[in-house]
């Protein structure tokens, strides 16, 4: 076999055992480097509430296919769909609501509306679980507190705005499962997963650099 | 120092298998297991006592059929069997019992020549480190661990086959052999394909001929698309356009007319069975792949080609074959490329905002291999998460880079540049001779064909994930036929031992 090629597990051993002492050493710094960065990085909560499907809730057929007029299920759905109240829930109108119930302005410290509703829509994530007949909404805040009341408040919108919007003759759409209490623990920085992380990554970098820096490969 | 396989290894391996079976048979999870079983038992029951043909040629016949056995597989309430074992419950697949009984087979009878032999091509390094680096990454990103976990075990058995395959394979005698194999099986499976076709055989080997009342399913039915005995006809069109064009070179340069029939019959029967099965892109990739082949022959290896007219002669019978099965299927093939091409633009547009989306927002770490279904029910821009949530999207570079981030990303680049860099290096090695020089072009070739259809699906996270690194094994073993042998490895007697327990 052409040696340039190709490398014998005995040599990969050989390489790792001569450079093992700056390996780890490479390693170990890049963790204490990260436990370091990570300490210093704000806190950050994730509040979850999960919501009953409006077509699971009402027995009809969850959502159709996007495969259109082939599709034998199109029309076959009653009253108002998931991704109806996704688009709500996603919308300026919803969010400027909750961008001045909990005057997020000056808690993102931004200098107008639009740019504190980017970053509430970034911070709020609605997901359609089309197979089990969810809807979770979670909110991502730096106090546990204001994150869940912020996903409660959502919830408490749909209706609101089910009736502003005439979308729909049922009074409450929103069969909620579980709501949002205040998250016990971060949802990151993950100090030690991170610290592990970055320990496994630079010793994989610094051990691929050596064997690919020896003459054999 | 000649090698012999003792009677207490016979006792031992039937008694591991004996084990092993028991361990496996109650995991797997379709009907007709138990057969499976009893197949591979009765090839190793007959190998050990009666085989007359050798040892390394059922290992490589198991490894290449493993990934066609049909099996099912459950994605949540959905029956995907393309999903090929990833998520999100560990199946044990007919490919995994390929694989770890061929493990054992090679301990019993090749332990000598893995511990002199056994080395690792460059381009598998770089994907070993893509691997480790995935999950790594996806300790930290992932929503399902376990996911990434199935994945894992998927590519470190990709690997490994591709290893074995370029272990067992060291002599042109033995690459001829391989292909003859390579071959059969096509043409067995082609054959398959056309008994589907004309409703002598079910579609569905496993559970028959059924009709779901799924959307996605009512659509598909439209078309009587076979699939071997693969149950998926993507895939099994995949798993053609990985080898038709290392046939397609051979039938063309090969002198000796008894071989270049058989390579032309299988190119004829694979051609016709990859039209029937309707694969879009597998079949233009197909085409695409090919050409690329000749391409290759013409820049770097000249003077391996016959005369003009002989090529001229064989392309001609080739683009007559394509032009009357395109005739005779046009109407079908019309339906298929441009009314339904059209109609399914619009899904994958939809994925492919998703994936950006997601790429965008985890443009460093990714969302964990193996997680982007997980993570776009949460993240879904264009709604179409919430319509087919097992559907990633139809984009294999998307997809890991969604996946594994801004630097895995990279490393599987760095992988398939590897490849390509490696072969085309060895297209200008000496002492080529036409048949390997065939097999690393055609690889090449197929290997680009996949990687082209790759743009518009992510079949290579299926059981082509498999065959994908078969054809690369053989690629790399190509590659060491054109390599001048090291002295210290073919003079110790290790081989000479093979080639006598292996004749």
Known sequence: MNNEEFISFKEIIGIFWAKKWWILSISFITAVITMIVSFSLPKTYTAEAILLMPEAATSSTLISSPLGILSPKLGAGQGLSSQVIKAVLGSKRSLSNVAKQFNLQKVYKKEDMGNTMLVLKERTKIGIFNLTGEMKIQVLDRDPQRAADICNYYISMIDTLNSQLRLTSTKEIAKVLDYASPPKNKSSPRIKLNMLVSFLLAFVIAFSYYVFSSKKY | ?503
């Not at chain 2, 690889?443 to 690194?469: K, M």
């Not at chain 2, 078969?470 to 110790?492: E, R, S």
């Open chain 2, 1 to 503: 120092m000649s090698f012999q396989v003792k009677s207490i290894n016979k006792i031992v391996f039937l008694i591991l298998i004996a084990l092993c079976t028991g361990i496996f048979l109650p995991l797997l999870e379709f009907k007709y297991s138990i057969s499976i079983i009893i197949f591979f038992l009765a090839i190793f029951i007959f190998v050990l006592l009666f085989s007359p043909i050798g040892v390394w040629k059922i290992i490589f016949a198991m490894l290449f059929l493993g990934p066609l056995l049909p099996y099912s597989y459950y994605f949540n309430k959905f029956m995907e069997p393309h999903f090929g074992g990833a998520s999100p419950y560990f199946v044990i697949t007919p490919t995994y019992m390929a694989f770890f009984l061929s493990v054992l087979l090679l301990v019993v009878f090749y332990k000598k020549k893995i511990s002199v032999d056994f080395k690792l091509e460059k381009s598998l390094f770089i994907w070993i480190l893509f691997i480790v680096y995935s999950f790594i990454i996806s300790i930290r990103t992932a929503t399902n661990l376990n996911a990434t976990f199935y994945e894992l075990v998927r590519m470190v058995i990709a690997a490994g086959i591709s290893i074995i395959v370029y272990l067992l394979i060291d002599s042109k005698e033995k690459l001829k052999s391989a292909l003859i194999i390579i071959g059969i099986v096509l043409l067995i499976e082609s054959a398959i394909a056309f008994l589907q076709e004309f409703a002598i055989l079910p579609r569905d080997l496993l559970f028959g001929e059924t009709i779901g009342t799924s959307s996605i399913i009512y659509v598909a039915e439209i078309f009587r698309r076979p699939a071997g005995t693969l149950r998926e006809p993507n895939t099994f069109a995949k798993l053609l356009s990985l080898f038709i064009p290392i046939f397609l070179i051979l039938s063309v340069i090969l002198k000796e007319r008894k071989e270049k029939l058989f390579f032309f019959l299988v190119l004829t029967f694979s051609m016709l069975a990859l039209f029937m099965t309707l694969g879009r892109s597998a079949i233009v990739g197909t085409i695409l792949g090919s050409f690329l082949g000749f391409s290759l022959i013409g820049i770097f290896a000249k003077e391996h080609l016959p005369s003009k007219k002989f090529i001229i002669s064989g392309v001609s019978v080739v683009v007559v074959l394509i032009a009357v099965i395109g005739g005779l299927l046009f109407q079908v093939l019309y339906l298929r490329f441009i009314v339904f091409g059209y109609l399914t633009v619009a899904g994958r547009v939809a994925q492919y905002q998703n994936a950006l989306y997601t790429i965008k927002n985890h443009f460093l770490w990714g969302v964990g291999l193996n997680n982007y279904c997980y993570a776009t029910v949460m993240e879904d821009i264009s709604g179409i998460a919430a319509t087919n949530p097992e559907f990633p999207v139809h984009n294999l570079y998307l997809l890991y880079f969604s996946e594994t981030g801004l630097f895995g990303f990279m490393l599987f680049l760095s992988f398939i540049i590897s490849v390509f860099i490696r072969g085309i290096k060895n297209l200008t090695l000496p002492d080529l001779d036409n048949f390997t020089l065939a097999v690393i072009v055609g690889g090449l070739g197929g290997f680009a064909s996949i990687l082209l259809q790759s743009l518009l699906g992510w079949g290579v996270r299926s059981i082509t994930l498999f065959s994908l690194f078969f054809l690369l094994g053989l690629i790399v073993a190509g590659k060491n036929n054109g390599v001048q042998k090291i002295p210290q490895y073919t003079n110790n007697g290790i081989e000479e031992g093979i080639s006598h327990s292996t004749k």
